[in-house]
Each structure stands twice: as C-alpha cells, then as structure tokens.
C-alpha cells in the first residue's frame, strides 16, 4: 500500500476511531486536562475536528487555484473558545463522521498530478497538496493517541 | 427580536430545514439542474456545506486575530469537485448538523462587542463579524428556498 | 482644475519643496524632534521618501492586477532603521526627486478608467487607485509642512 | 570576502555602472530591443529600478515584521507602463543612485542574525533575508551586463 493510500485510509478511520476513544466518558473525564497544561480530552477532540476543517478548506483551495493564500489559524485561541472548549462532544463526532465520508470522495477522486500542486501557507511556506494530507492525516491520528493513551493510564 | 438573534436562528434551523427539503429525492432528481446553466440539487446542497465550512473558520479567525486575511474560495470550481457534484448527499446532511450544532454554540458565546471584529476578505476588503453573520445565514437560506421551490415547481 | 489634477501637481512639487525645506540645515538640526515623543527633521524626510515608495508600489500592483493585496508597513518600525534614523539625507532627496518624475509619467498616463480600480489593502480593507493618490499626495505635504512649520518656530 | 559583503558591494556599484552602460545612447539606440521579443535597453533599465525598489521593501518588511507577507509583482506588465516603457532615463539613473546609498546603509547596519529572518514570497513561498539579498544583488548584475553585451554587439 502506497504512503498515500494509507494516509487517505487513516482519515476515513478517524471519525469511528475517535467515537470508540471517547465513548462511555462522563463530562467530568472529558474535561480533564491530558498532561500538566495540556488541553482536556474534549479540547482534543474539537481540536480534531477544527484542524480537519482547515485541511480540507486548505486541500479544496490548492485543488482548485494556483498557488493560494492557505491561512493558518491560531489552535490555541480556537481551543478556548466557547465551542472548542465547553460545548458538548456529539456534534463534533457528527460533524467529523461527514465531513470525512466526503472528504476521502475528494481525495480518491484526485487525479495523480494533482498532489504536487502548491500553496503558500502564511508560517510555513510553500506546501503541496500531499504534504498537507500526510499532515492532517498524521496529526488526526496523533491526538487520537493522545486521547487512547490517557485513558489506558487512567484506567477509564 | 433583533437582526441578530434571528440571523442565528436561522443558521440553527438551517440543518432540518435542508434535510426536509431533499427528503425523499431520487438520485436522478438530485442530479436535476434547478434552472439552465444552473447547479444541480446536489450540488446547491454540497454548496451550503462548503459555504458554511468557509463562513465558520472565517468566523473564529475574526474572533481569535486582529484583522485575518479572509480567503475567498472559488465556488464554482468546488462545485465540480467530484464530493461536491456527484458525492452522496448524506454525508453533507450529516456534517451540516454536527457543524451547525458547534457554530451555534460559538456565536451564542461572543460577547456583543465582538460583532465589530474586522477581517480583511481579499475580494470584498474589510467585513464586520456581523457582516459574515448576516451574510452567511442569509446565503444559506437562499439556497434553501431555491431547492423548495424548483421542487414545488416541479411537484417533487 | 479637477482634484486628481491638483494631486498630482504637489506630488509633481514635492522633491524641490522637501529640498528647500532641509536645505541648509545642520546635522545637529536634522536630528532634533519636531515636538516631545515625535520623529526629527532626518526621520520625517527619510519617512516621506519611504511612505512614497509604497505608494508607488501599490499604484502599480493595482494598475497591473486584479485586486491585489496591498502589504502595510510598519512606519515606526522603518523609522528606526539605521539608514531611516540616522543616515545622509542628500540620498533621500535625490531618490525622491527621480522617484517623483517617474511617477508623475506613470500617473498622467493612466487611463481615466485606471483610478476606480481597487486593491485589498491589509489594514484598510478595499482602497482605489485615486484613493492611493489622494492619501499620499496629501501624506507627503501634511509632513513637509510638519518640517517648514517647526522650522519657523525654531527660526532656523 | 564573504558573499556577503560581495553581494552589498554589487549593490553599491550598480548606480555607476548603470550610468556607464547607457551613457551615450540616442533614444533610438534606448529603444531597441535586446534580442527578439526582449526589453529594449530602456526597459531594462527601468525594470532594474523598479526590481530594486521592490527588493528594498521586501528587505524592510522582513526586517521589521514576523514573516511579512512579500507580495510578487508582474515584472512584464510593469515594463509596458508608460514610464516603464517610454519614460527618461534619467530619472531612473538618479532615483538608482539615491535608492542604492540609502539602501547600503541599511544593509551595512544589519546585525548577523537579521539574515535569517523570513518572509512568505506569495509565489515562491518561505524566503530569508539573505536570499532575497543574493537574488537582487544577481539579478541587477545580470540585467547590467545584458546591456553591456548588447552594446559591444552592436559596437555602440
């Protein structure tokens, strides 16, 4: 299985990973912090969903012009925001069930030529439409670990 | 009640309303242009999501930095994305709620001076929170009842 | 005599103008603020020729671009550079003077057309091409005034 | 000597030998084209202006801001403005001398870390302050010595 194939197939598993990682938590385990200043498992998982929102925006904008603008976004101002840091976990786990199921349409349907496309991100610099996928699909599945991890230490 | 509140409103009924509107359509009448040269049902509603992904991310950058660039996005070429002009529509419905859910958390928080927040949209120049607010929540509606009414012309 | 006219004029002036305004001035005159907390003479005329630069940049970008982003600079910032704060000033008015008759070829050749069309300036949102005109041609004599006028009450 | 004081000495010496490669020329000599669908020699020389001018306010935005957005100009559309095109020389010849004093000045004055500092070129992305150093001071070279050539060629 090609490096791409299999970071497409990581983004079509998260949504149920992410359900099965935070399933059966009480509000008082979601609002628990990770590590020593670290956000709460439920900033984690809104953080997923937020960061897959701009991946995607990113990906359509570098499939679809040349060279864009791809605008980064302040994670940690997000993160405590009312919704990302309060708001219940349903939606999101909702939110990211479709917004994944239509995002692995748009990126099985890209043509090969199509992953070397570039855009200019504000902090990083030029970036190509496959660099973004293995970051998005990578970061996905590193804070689904994050979640897993801590609630195997905690035995939860 | 004010202008604001009942844009909100909107953006939180939006979700139902869209799922009501494409009840019960076939493949064949969602690939339907509602008029000539127009999108097809699917495609208006692919367009809302997309819109409303935009309008939220445009949102959080307004709230969380002082004057973001706000990035058009090119709707037309979006709509000819292969999710976005033959995926199914469900996936669409689905992230529509769980979206709209998280949103509406987010905009029933700001405080009111918020609302005077500025972006600088790199086709329209300087926009107020209130401005996106306004139009986003408007946009989607026009959308709706453009899909109500090709189907009530067509006595779907 | 129209606006756009009398515009262009004063920057047509401006080079011969800041010229008698410094000339015969001493070093020790050149580095004195202009009133508590405020840039010297030196700063002031370096700050012209470097606001001028801009503007002339952006005219362009917006007579040869569709909407093009228009980058702000940090004035203050500039201000403090060795070559804004401290260095001769006899480049600045030579680069000032040749800056200024290229300009003015570029200004009156400008289709009537040419000074509705817009950039996205980062900080102002959306400003036209004579909106760049008007806000530099007054910017360069609101400072050369700032000068003549501290000259005479210091009675240099 | 370092390449970087090479590249700063190029820059200080491009005025003089500018003046020397079009010394002499008729307009009529000035308006020929280098070579088939090229600049003419007066073009070239204007776009060394313009080039630099360009170069200058890159420099100052790294310099002064966290990784500034350096927004790219269309040099071919700029070399068919009326001034680019048809202006005077000379003009240009002494708007170059003034820019290049000033400009050392502020070069000289860097301190050693300031030539990593980085801006986001929006078409060639990630750039530091060094590289654009090394870019402009070449590409004055190269545009000097296509005159040169030119004229030996043409035994004027």
């Not at 925001?81 to 917004?99: A, M, Q, S, W």
Request: charged content about 25%.
């Amino acid at each position: 299985m090609s490096e791409q194939t299999s970071l497409i197939e990581a983004i079509e598993h998260l949504p149920e990973a992410l359900q099965n990682a935070v399933r059966g938590l009480s509000d008082k385990q979601l609002d628990t912090p990770v590590g020593e200043g670290k956000w709460t498992i439920r900033q984690i998982a809104h953080h997923i969903a937020d960061a897959n929102i701009n991946a995607y925006t990113r990906m359509k904008l570098v499939a679809t012009e040349q060279k864009p603008i791809l605008k980064p976004y302040n994670q940690d101002q997000w993160a405590i925001l009312e919704d990302g840091k309060n708001g219940p976990i349903e939606p999101t786990l909702t939110f990211v069930k479709g917004l994944h199921e239509r995002w692995i349409v748009f990126l099985r349907s890209l043509p090969e030529t199509s992953w070397a496309r570039e855009g200019i991100h504000l902090e990083n610099g030029k970036v190509t439409l496959f660099d973004i996928l293995r970051l998005y699909s990578n970061h996905g599945n590193s804070h689904l670990q994050q979640i897993i991890t801590f609630r195997q230490k905690m035995k939860w």
